[in-house]
């Protein structure tokens, strides 16, 4: 009897244990959600077979399987049914139609949910698909930072319709993050800090005192984060810097032109106007603010140092951006009279460019000092082990789970990867004491920027088919006499050519010949002016000679050009494509003038074409026309999808545009033409 109720009630376990499975399987709330959906789908149907197919729709758990991604599987579709489906727009979550983006919706079946949103493909429950019912579990990236996944398959500077990840990899190229800490991809930076040999010849000690206090105090333009020194510190760096032996040349320079006869401020005044050094730097906060601050440059540096270096700044700092001038030797005596005269801190005490008797013990203090704070990392001139990358590695950092990172004293903030990262960024030292990292004084928006690229860092890089980097073509960088031009006025400061070259000017150069005539160019170097009349002058008059202009103009002529793009797109077709008058007529008709001036009719914001055939070869026009997004993906000009025969009538309108006298004649469709 006793084995009889035992096997009785065992079995009643056995069929209550198999009843679980099913029942536990039928209460999945996935399940109660797709009803849901169904019901949804069926209120909104507007016709009777889209009724029938949410109704008939079976209740089931729907996944991506991403073969081609690590045979990821993603199951967020589950709940997220209405991700492709028009009708959705506007729902309630989780039923809502995702927004339009380049990969959605039509690369769902490609690169599906988690790589851009993060969480746990696999899961069906939400708090473990949205990575928040376990520490081990991939948690969801917030929306804030949702531009990170762009960066995981995306790897260039700039990504298009993500703007946020670009800014924060700017910062970061910007910040010098690279110089201390490793990132894949990023083993050949180098900072543009400049070497530190120098100072002794350059400045006094008590600026050098106030700029090792607070940099951003002393210029607002200043990438040098704050490492919080404090004055004894201040002072032993002082020290050291003081006692690092200037290069002899460099020292012979700066004495000897200490020594020359003083400059005409009101021709300094007229001369640095001219030379627009303001599209780089700022004057007491005007101008572009890529550069240093020069609104008290003269309290800042020594005159015979500013003379020497406005003469040769790349025998100063090898990597800086900033062109060599062909100034005179009178030229750069006027320019630092006017520095002297009105660009100097009025308030400064009078020992500030007085330079320091150095303590050899403080030295070696500022000495041991330098090398723990790491600068060396930027102001690499010293030896090797200066210049050694002794930030963490950020390899991996935006698959880190909040379980691993130390929070140190910071218990206030969310234990949550995206809060460490924003307050490490905003106040490095505030988890520990000890703690190297210095402070940048970035904005909210741009910790938010940065974080979004780190997060784009993951563990692993994501297989090759999915990478994407911006199709450009290799810099062809000349040598011999025209490299050296290059070199000399730094062209790839501010243009890009190929892959390389900084974005300062939106103007790429890469087929510059096929773009410009060869004349025009020329005159261009020698007198540059703003070609859209709604900027201000920006590029720098370098005083180049004649002979250099011509040579870098036909340098470009002959070698920087797009193989696609025909000299002339008129042979070969009918003589009524030739019809400048009907193009005056679609050039109206199309709204042209809305944008760009003729004469001294017509908009401001794109290009003047004031003189647009002697600027523009007709076969860039013609190519442009047809395409202008394909010159550069962020052209504002409309695609208008023209036939060849209308491009090539307006192209040969903008062909009769030679000079200001014709171009500011009536339009009549009679223009004179040259």
Same mark, same amino acid.
């Given at each position: 009897?006793?084995?009889?109720?035992?096997?009785?009630?065992?079995?009643?376990?056995?069929?209550?244990?198999?009843?679980?499975?099913?029942?536990?399987?039928?209460?999945?709330?996935?399940?109660?959600?797709?009803?849901?959906?169904?019901?949804?789908?069926?209120?909104?149907?507007?016709?009777?077979?889209?009724?029938?197919?949410?109704?008939?729709?079976?209740?089931?758990?729907?996944?991506?399987?991403?073969?081609?991604?690590?045979?990821?599987?993603?199951?967020?579709?589950?709940?997220?049914?209405?991700?492709?489906?028009?009708?959705?727009?506007?729902?309630?979550?989780?039923?809502?139609?995702? /927004?339009?983006?380049?990969?959605?919706?039509?690369?769902? +079946? *490609?690169? #599906? &949910?988690?790589? $851009? =949103?993060?969480?746990? @493909?696999?899961?069906?429950?939400?708090?473990?698909?949205?990575?928040?019912?376990?520490?081990?579990?991939?948690?969801?990236?917030?929306?804030?930072?949702?531009?990170?996944?762009?960066?995981?398959?995306?790897?260039?500077?700039?990504?298009?319709?993500? /703007?946020?990840?670009?800014?924060?990899?700017?910062?970061? +190229? *910007?910040? #010098? &993050?690279?110089? $201390? =800490?490793?990132?894949? @991809?990023?083993?050949?930076?180098?900072?543009?800090?400049?070497?530190?040999?120098?100072?002794?010849?350059?400045?006094?000690?008590?600026?050098?005192?106030?700029?090792?206090?607070?940099?951003?105090?002393?210029?607002?333009?200043?990438?040098?984060?704050?490492?919080?020194?404090?004055?004894?510190?201040?002072?032993?760096?002082?020290?050291?810097?003081?006692?690092?032996?200037?290069?002899?040349?460099?020292?012979?320079?700066?004495?000897?032109?200490?020594?020359?006869?003083?400059?005409?401020?009101?021709?300094?005044?007229?001369?640095?106007?001219?030379?627009?050094?303001?599209?780089?730097?700022?004057?007491?906060?005007?101008?572009?603010?890529?550069?240093?601050?020069?609104?008290?440059?003269?309290?800042?540096?020594?005159?015979?140092?500013?003379?020497?270096?406005?003469?040769?700044?790349?025998?100063?700092?090898?990597?800086?951006?900033?062109?060599?001038?062909?100034?005179?030797?009178?030229?750069?005596?006027?320019?630092?009279?006017?520095?002297?005269?009105?660009?100097?801190?009025?308030?400064?005490?009078?020992?500030?460019?007085?330079?320091?008797?150095?303590?050899?013990?403080?030295?070696?203090?500022?000495?041991?000092?330098?090398?723990?704070?790491?600068?060396?990392?930027?102001?690499?001139?010293?030896?090797?082990?200066?210049?050694?990358?002794?930030?963490?590695?950020?390899?991996?950092?935006?698959?880190?789970?909040?379980?691993?990172?130390?929070?140190?004293?910071?218990?206030?903030?969310?234990?949550?990867?995206?809060?460490?990262?924003?307050?490490?960024?905003?106040?490095?030292?505030?988890?520990?004491?000890?703690?190297?990292?210095?402070?940048?004084?970035?904005?909210?928006?741009?910790?938010?920027?940065?974080?979004?690229?780190?997060?784009?860092?993951?563990?692993?890089?994501?297989?090759?088919?999915?990478?994407?980097?911006?199709?450009?073509?290799?810099?062809?960088?000349?040598?011999?006499?025209?490299?050296?031009?290059?070199?000399?006025?730094?062209?790839?400061?501010?243009?890009?050519?190929?892959?390389?070259?900084?974005?300062?000017?939106?103007?790429?150069?890469?087929?510059?010949?096929?773009?410009?005539?060869?004349?025009?160019?020329?005159?261009?170097?020698?007198?540059?002016?703003?070609?859209?009349?709604?900027?201000?002058?920006?590029?720098?008059?370098?005083?180049?000679?004649?002979?250099?202009?011509?040579?870098?103009?036909?340098?470009?002529?002959?070698?920087?050009?797009?193989?696609?793009?025909?000299?002339?797109?008129?042979?070969?077709?009918?003589?009524?494509?030739?019809?400048?008058?009907?193009?005056?007529?679609?050039?109206?008709?199309?709204?042209?003038?809305?944008?760009?001036?003729?004469?001294?009719?017509?908009?401001?914001?794109?290009?003047?074409?004031?003189?647009?055939?002697?600027?523009?070869?007709?076969?860039?026009?013609?190519?442009?026309?047809?395409?202008?997004?394909?010159?550069?993906?962020?052209?504002?000009?409309?695609?208008?999808?023209?036939?060849?025969?209308?491009?090539?009538?307006?192209?040969?309108?903008?062909?009769?545009?030679?000079?200001?006298?014709?171009?500011?004649?009536?339009?009549?469709?009679?223009?004179?033409?040259?």
């Amino acid at each position: 009897m006793p084995l009889r109720r035992l096997f009785a009630v065992s079995s009643l376990l056995f069929l209550v244990t198999l009843a679980v499975s099913p029942v536990k399987n039928a209460l999945r709330p996935y399940r109660f959600i797709q009803r849901e959906f169904r019901d949804l789908g069926m209120s909104r149907a507007t016709s009777r077979k889209a009724m029938e197919l949410y109704a008939n729709r079976p209740v089931a758990i729907q996944q991506i399987w991403l073969r081609d991604f690590e045979d990821r599987v993603d199951r967020c579709t589950t709940c997220h049914l209405g991700v492709a489906d028009a009708a959705m727009r506007g729902a309630p979550e989780p039923f809502r139609l995702h /927004p339009a983006t380049f990969h959605t919706p039509g690369g769902f +079946e *490609r690169i #599906g &949910c988690t790589a $851009c =949103h993060g969480g746990e @493909g696999l899961a069906t429950l939400q708090d473990d698909a949205h990575g928040v019912a376990q520490e081990n579990i991939a948690p969801m990236t917030p929306a804030t930072f949702i531009q990170s996944g762009c960066g995981r398959c995306h790897l260039s500077a700039t990504v298009p319709d993500a /703007p946020t990840l670009s800014r924060g990899r700017a910062l970061m +190229e *910007r910040a #010098g &993050c690279y110089s $201390c =800490h490793a990132v894949r @991809g990023h083993d050949a930076y180098r900072s543009e800090a400049p070497p530190l040999d120098a100072i002794a010849i350059k400045t006094g000690a008590v600026w050098l005192r106030g700029w090792l206090e607070d940099p951003r105090a002393v210029d607002p333009n200043a990438t040098m984060p704050n490492f919080h020194l404090g004055a004894d510190d201040i002072l032993a760096l002082s020290h050291y810097m003081f006692g690092r032996p200037a290069p002899d040349a460099l020292a012979r320079r700066v004495a000897a032109a200490a020594g020359e006869p003083l400059g005409d401020p009101a021709t300094g005044r007229r001369l640095f106007s001219e030379s627009r050094c303001i599209s780089c730097h700022t004057v007491d906060g005007k101008g572009n603010g890529s550069a240093p601050e020069l609104g008290t440059i003269a309290s800042a540096a020594t005159r015979g140092w500013l003379i020497a270096f406005l003469r040769d700044p790349h025998a100063f700092n090898p990597r800086t951006r900033m062109p060599r001038y062909n100034f005179s030797d009178g030229d750069v005596r006027d320019i630092v009279a006017y520095f002297d005269d009105e660009l100097r801190d009025f308030d400064a005490p009078a020992d500030v460019l007085e330079p320091l008797r150095v303590n050899q013990t403080l030295a070696a203090k500022g000495a041991t000092l330098f090398r723990n704070a790491g600068c060396g990392s930027c102001h690499a001139s010293g030896p090797a082990s200066e210049t050694e990358k002794f930030g963490p590695d950020l390899d991996g950092i935006g698959d880190r789970r909040a379980a691993s990172l130390d929070f140190g004293r910071r218990r206030d903030l969310p234990q949550t990867l995206t809060s460490w990262l924003v307050a490490k960024i905003e106040s490095p030292r505030s988890f520990a004491d000890g703690l190297r990292m210095p402070s940048y004084g970035f904005d909210a928006d741009e910790q938010r920027a940065i974080v979004t690229a780190l997060l784009a860092h993951g563990a692993q890089a994501v297989p090759e088919k999915l990478r994407h980097s911006a199709t450009q073509p290799v810099a062809m960088i000349p040598g011999g006499r025209v490299g050296e031009l290059f070199s000399r006025y730094r062209c790839l400061s501010c243009h890009q050519i190929g892959n390389r070259g900084g974005d300062t000017s939106t103007a790429p150069l890469t087929f510059e010949g096929s773009k410009v005539n060869e004349e025009w160019l020329v005159d261009y170097l020698l007198l540059p002016s703003s070609l859209r009349p709604i900027l201000p002058e920006r590029m720098p008059i370098l005083k180049m000679s004649r002979e250099e202009a011509s040579l870098l103009a036909d340098t470009f002529e002959k070698f920087y050009v797009d193989p696609s793009i025909v000299e002339d797109p008129f042979a070969g077709r009918a003589e009524s494509d030739r019809d400048a008058a009907e193009g005056e007529r679609l050039y109206t008709t199309l709204g042209c003038r809305g944008c760009h001036i003729i004469g001294m009719a017509g908009g401001y914001y794109g290009p003047t074409l004031t003189e647009a055939a002697r600027r523009l070869k007709p076969g860039w026009v013609f190519h442009f026309l047809k395409n202008p997004q394909g010159w550069r993906g962020d052209i504002r000009c409309p695609n208008y999808a023209l036939p060849d025969t209308d491009a090539l009538r307006l192209t040969a309108y903008l062909g009769t545009l030679g000079s200001s006298r014709d171009a500011a004649a009536p339009a009549t469709g009679k223009e004179s033409t040259r």
